[in-house]
T-cell receptor, first 116, second 112 residues
Framework: NAGVTQTPKFQVLKTGQSMTLQCAQDMNHNSMYWYRQDPGMGLRLIYYSASEGTTDKGEVPNGYNVSRLNKREFSLRLESAAPSQTSVYFC???????????????FGDGTRLSIL | LAKTTQPISMDSYEGQEVNITCSHNNIATNDYITWYQQFPSQGPRFIIQGYKTKVTNEVASLFIPADRKSSTLSLPRVSLSDTAVYYCLVVPVMNRDDKIIFGKGTRLHILP
């Protein structure tokens, strides 16, 4: 199994360009997440999807949109990229928790995005 | 969601035992305590979780006191390869919206 796959791994954009980051998981997980990581800031939640057909805002959703295309795929779109969106983006997935256990998240290797 | 507080950074030496403590004063009854490890240029990786008392696996031990307001991640006999950022999370079980927040983590630096 590949786990969580993110594409592309690297991308450079000019200010104002649009871009879609792709994420796919093959573990039949219900929940999927997008985080961004900036130096010294830890991971900040952008959007998440608890199930196919639902999406919710996280801590820093402004400037982003998401699509839960199906159970496997969760994409993140920058409609008009800004230098402040230069970051490393991580996608994660998780099997839904049961009554007596927590299910850990599985992360992809990240997409390194630079906005000039 | 319960907020966690952990040291920003720690240094230790190879062969030492390292303990990283996390405070979560407003932890709820249904919350689990989960720790992740992140190496440079990689996504975080789950290492251990627990609800109460002590949990041990091949990587680490997790100590949780009876009041559950804090937890301690213990790494035995660390090596240079344990240099990483360690995140403490409090995750609600049966949380319908499944929102999971990370903090800034603890940057652990192992010295030779």
């Amino acid at each position: 199994n590949a786990g969580v796959t993110q594409t592309p791994k690297f991308q450079v954009l000019k200010t104002g360009q649009s871009m879609t980051l792709q994420c796919a998981q093959d573990m039949n997980h219900n929940s999927m997440y997008w985080y961004r990581q900036d130096p010294g800031m830890g991971l900040r939640l952008i959007y998440y999807s608890a199930s196919e057909g639902t999406t919710d805002k996280g801590e820093v959703p402004n400037g982003y949109n998401v699509s839960r295309l199906n159970k496997r795929e969760f994409s993140l779109r920058l409609e008009s990229a800004a230098p402040s969106q230069t970051s490393v983006y991580f996608c994660a997935s998780r099997k839904s928790a049961t009554r007596n256990s927590n299910q850990p998240q599985h992360f992809g290797d990240g997409t390194r995005l630079s906005i000039l | 969601l319960a907020k966690t507080t952990q040291p920003i950074s720690m240094d230790s030496y190879e062969g030492q035992e390292v303990n990283i403590t996390c405070s979560h004063n407003n932890i709820a009854t249904n919350d689990y305590i989960t720790w992740y490890q992140q190496f440079p240029s990689q996504g975080p990786r789950f290492i251990i979780q627990g609800y109460k008392t002590k949990v041990t696996n091949e990587v680490a031990s997790l100590f949780i006191p009876a009041d559950r307001k804090s937890s301690t991640l213990s790494l035995p006999r660390v090596s240079l390869s344990d240099t990483a950022v360690y995140y403490c999370l409090v995750v609600p079980v049966m949380n319908r919206d499944d929102k999971i927040i990370f903090g800034k983590g603890t940057r652990l630096h192992i010295l030779p």
